[in-house]
């Protein structure tokens, strides 16, 4: 005979979102499946059923094994007499399925009351756990009732006529299921417009069943599909490429690893070979070692999208509007600068008028010059100074550490970190960290991505600058990975703690559970244990966050942190012990599920950046000023720090270097910077050319 289930998502008494694998009923029978193995399966099993009108438990009688006991409502105490098991044979069972829930001598008739018996699968043992929490009886079609409607400990169970009254119905806990879904695969796109595509896949498979999947680009978040939906259609942008992939998430919360990425490049939605006129009146000035330039806007058949600044005929820098600084240049020097207008389509304007400008003689500017010291040809992610002025800088998908000396530009290679594995995104070998005892004890702290988690662990190196492998201590490991949002970064306190920064695993729901290590900064002893002043009495230090890199502490012990936002905005935050920074309910400032922003408690940025403007990394504090390197923005910002606040917030290098990953204090009080321009978004070794930069600052 066949067996039929469904699926139900119902709200429990406590508003709970509980899942129910119910059996469907029909004309008041229940059908069989095959025998199976075990004797008794189950469909919920050894769980309680709680009264939806008094949140009181189903209970045997004084916890009697008597068969004819009476049932009864009582405080729920998780004792084996509250345990009860529905078996796909329609019976429930309790006392470890060797007892069956029976009525009073087999009796039909309205106000039987229900008891414990020992099993003969006769009809008056049949009962069906409906999707609006009625609990049915087979044999009379009568519902399981507390009498009289009452909420008192001890009253009597019975069967009745059905009435939909909350005295009739019932719910169970939320299942245990800690199991992910499978990934999703083969993505397919068809319908390709400039504005919209239709993205499909191949579902995956889980041990409970797919509720949503989640399809992002290149880390954001474009929309959630119910599970059972397998094609779906994409809002994109003309002439954009995006990367796009899937993840699969069931009701528990579960979220699978990434699908592999699928690239989609839309058409523009108008064919346009007009360029823009040409920047007139371009002007400017000379300040120290810095220029501003500005000029009039240029027109366009469609529209400008940007400006490109050149100097002495090579691009340096992107403007959206009609200004322009140009820092870090060499003193009394001449500089010939022209401007020239693109539109969505890349068509370029001729340039602007020549202006030829002359820096100072000597620099009074927050910045005075950059120096590339380096190039890469793999992602410089994490970045360390020693006391001997040199660097050690991990790079991302080659998963080996590089140690460079800047007064040569000489690199030479550690070793390999073993059990690295990316994830065909932005995971891999990532921050590094040295306690300031680095001399002495040698100890250099890793954060990677492994092949099950992402994991924080420390390695010696040698007085040769090799790595010891065979002092690889694991400090923390279990952390959530995925193909995004990882985090990474490590910092060292001037508590002497180790702060870490860990990604929501692409599962908002991790950032708000502070039992789970995902979302979240992290404050770890040297030796990986947990400090006994923090507050939650595991690693968390705050929570609330969506993909945290940046940390970074000023003069007076304040930590700083700079977080990646989904298609909003990013944030700047100051980190404070056992704080709730919102996510994934509030994006910066912008409000996104729940009561969003306004939710008490949630602490606001101190700092805001729309993401075309922001996507940022790495933070550093150099003489109580922030500076904050940013990818899809091309800039790096520098801000006061004044009390508890940013303040005088100036962009720099605006599309002069491109994508900038990670800037750190140098040990002489100046910047170390690194660019992170290609192959940012996959996982292959050495496709990269990226720079490592030196950048003096001003007094």
């Not at 990670?662 to 009080?669: A, C, L, N």
Request: net charge negative.
């Amino acid at each position: 005979m066949n067996r039929r289930t469904q699926r139900v998502l119902w709200k429990d008494l406590l508003g709970v979102s509980t899942l129910f694998w119910v059996a469907a009923c029909g004309a008041g029978a229940v059908t069989e499946s095959p025998t199976p193995k075990p004797e008794v399966a189950a469909i919920f099993a050894g769980e309680p059923l709680v009264s939806a009108q008094s949140g009181r438990c189903l209970d045997v009688v004084q916890e009697s094994r008597t068969p004819g006991t009476g049932l009864q409502i009582y405080g729920c105490h998780g004792r084996i007499n509250q345990a009860f098991t529905f078996t796909t044979a329609g019976e429930l069972r309790t006392y470890d399925n060797t007892l069956c829930v029976d009525t009073a001598s087999g009796q039909t008739a309205q106000g039987t009351r229900a008891v414990i018996a020992t099993c003969t699968g006769l009809p008056a043992q049949k009962w069906v756990f409906n999707a609006n929490g009625t609990v049915v009886h087979t044999a009379s079609g009568l519902c399981l009732d507390v009498e009289g409607a009452l909420t008192t400990d001890e009253t009597p169970i019975i069967i009745w006529a059905c009435n939909g009254q909350t005295n009739q119905k019932w719910s169970r806990p939320v299942p245990s299921d800690t199991q992910a879904p499978t990934p999703p695969s083969n993505l397919v796109t068809s319908n390709l417009t400039c504005n919209s595509v239709t993205l499909s896949w191949t579902g995956s498979t889980d041990n409970v069943g797919v509720a949503f999947y989640d399809i992002y680009h290149d880390g954001q978040q474009m929309k959630s599909v119910d599970g059972s939906t397998l094609s779906t259609s994409l809002t994109v942008v003309p002439g954009a490429t995006w990367g796009l992939y899937v993840n699969a998430r069931d009701a528990a919360g579960n979220v699978s690893q990434a699908s592999p990425t699928l690239t989609v490049t839309p058409p523009q939605c108008q064919a346009d070979t007009t360029p823009p006129t040409a920047p007139t009146q371009l002007s400017g000035s000379a300040f120290g070692t810095s220029v501003t330039l500005t000029w009039n806007a240029s027109t366009d058949n469609v529209g400008v999208t940007g400006y490109d600044v050149l100097r002495n005929s090579a691009k340096i820098g992107t403007a959206t509007g009609t200004t322009f600084l140009d820092s870090g240049l060499a003193a009394s020097t001449a500089y010939t600068y022209t401007a020239v207008a693109r539109d969505a389509q890349g068509n370029v304007s001729t340039a602007s008028n020549a202006l030829t400008l002359t820096t100072g003689a000597a620099c009074t500017n927050p910045i005075c010059s950059v120096t590339q010291v380096a190039t890469d040809t793999d992602i410089p992610w994490g970045l360390v100074p020693l006391a001997d002025g040199t660097v050690l800088y991990s790079r991302r998908d080659a998963q080996d550490i590089v140690r460079l000396n800047p007064a040569t530009g000489v690199k030479t290679t550690l070793g390999t970190v073993p059990n690295v594995q990316s994830t065909d995104g932005e995971g891999g070998l990532l921050g590094l960290a040295v306690a300031p005892t680095f001399d002495t004890d040698r100890w250099l702290y890793i954060m990677h991505t492994s092949p099950t988690d992402n994991r924080i662990v420390r390695i010696k190196v040698t007085a040769n600058f090799t790595l010891d492998l065979a002092s690889e201590q694991v400090l923390v490991q279990g952390l959530v990975r995925n193909k995004f949002h990882n985090g990474g970064r490590l910092r060292w306190g001037p508590d002497g703690k180790l702060y870490a920064s860990t990604g929501d695993g692409q599962n908002g729901a991790n950032s708000q559970n502070t039992s789970n290590l995902a979302g979240k900064v992290l404050r770890i002893n040297p030796d990986g244990s947990i400090p006994s002043d923090n507050p939650f009495g595991n690693l968390v230090w705050s929570y609330g966050h969506r993909n945290p890199q940046g940390l970074a502490f000023d003069s007076s012990g304040q930590l700083w942190e700079q977080e990646f936002g989904n298609s909003v905005m990013d944030e700047t935050n100051l980190i404070v012990k056992g704080g709730n920074y919102g996510w994934p309910d509030c994006e910066g400032t912008v409000s996104q599920s729940g009561s969003g922003c306004a939710t008490p408690g949630y602490i606001a940025p101190k700092q805001t950046y729309s993401t075309a403007e922001g996507s940022c990394s790495g933070i550093a504090v150099v003489r109580d000023v922030l500076y904050v390197a940013c990818q899809r923005g091309t800039r790096l910002y520098r801000e006061v720090i004044s009390g508890s606040s940013l303040t005088n917030v100036t962009q720099y290098f605006v599309g002069t270097y491109g994508r900038l990953r990670t800037v750190e204090p140098s040990v002489d009080g100046n910047l170390w910077l690194t660019t992170s321009n290609s192959g940012d978004k996959d996982s292959i070794p050495n496709n990269s050319n990226e720079k490592l930069f030196r950048v003096l600052l001003g007094n």
